[in-house]
């Protein structure tokens, strides 16, 4: 296992025609989310909304699971308060939360591998490892699956790798903790890979 010390999990960096606009829309997670959902970790966008006002609901990104009825919208970036708790960071399990997720289709991310990169990764598709986050920073330990990189996209490999995130100290093929920037394909709101490997 490689360093796990930093920023993981997915963070926009820009979109594919520019600068980022900043904006996130609000979701909902619901109380059968058994999962804890940190700042930066996947979710998945539910067949479902919020019967008081209409609010999509989404779940924890688990490919295989039951709590991917679709694909994945983007990483959540902040949690509403509420009236119990004002300053949680993170969205604690089994509890029913408004949060807010970064679901531009064309945003980039960043990502930390979970393992040694390489230059031939560059234009294939990977796969997240979950993580679960820090309860006191609200950062998830989610990272790119180094494990799982190939020249096909499947639901599990939803992150097409554009390059290393060019900044110094972060060596391509000589670091456990190299930072890759990604995109999703097959987003949950707009559909960029053309891949036959996808099934759902």
Not at 18 to 43: I, R, W
Not at 86 to 97: G, K, P, V
Not at 160 to 189: C, D, F, K, W
């Amino acid at each position: 296992m490689a360093n796990n010390s930093g920023k993981n999990g997915l963070w926009p960096a820009r979109t594919k025609t520019g600068k980022l606009t900043g904006n996130a829309n609000e979701y909902e997670m619901l109380a059968n989310e058994g999962n804890a959902t940190f700042l930066g970790d996947p979710v998945s966008l539910l067949a479902t909304s919020s019967a008081l006002d209409g609010c999509p609901d989404v779940a924890l990104f688990a490919p295989g699971g039951s709590a991917q009825a679709l694909l994945c919208a983007g990483p959540m970036v902040a949690v509403k308060p509420t009236l119990t708790n004002l300053t949680l960071q993170y969205r604690l399990a089994s509890t029913l939360t408004r949060i807010l997720v970064h679901d531009d289709p064309a945003a980039i991310f960043t990502i930390r591998a979970d393992g040694t990169a390489a230059g031939t990764d560059v234009n294939k598709y990977a796969g997240f490892e979950i993580i679960a986050g820090n309860t006191t920073t609200g950062v998830t330990g989610t990272l790119l699956d180094s494990s799982d990189i190939s020249a096909s996209a499947t639901v599990e490999r939803t992150m097409m790798i554009l390059r290393a995130q060019p900044a110094i100290g972060n060596p391509l093929a000589t670091s456990a903790v190299t930072i890759y920037e990604v995109i999703l394909v097959n987003h949950a709101l707009q559909q960029n890979s053309n891949t036959t490997a996808l099934t759902l």
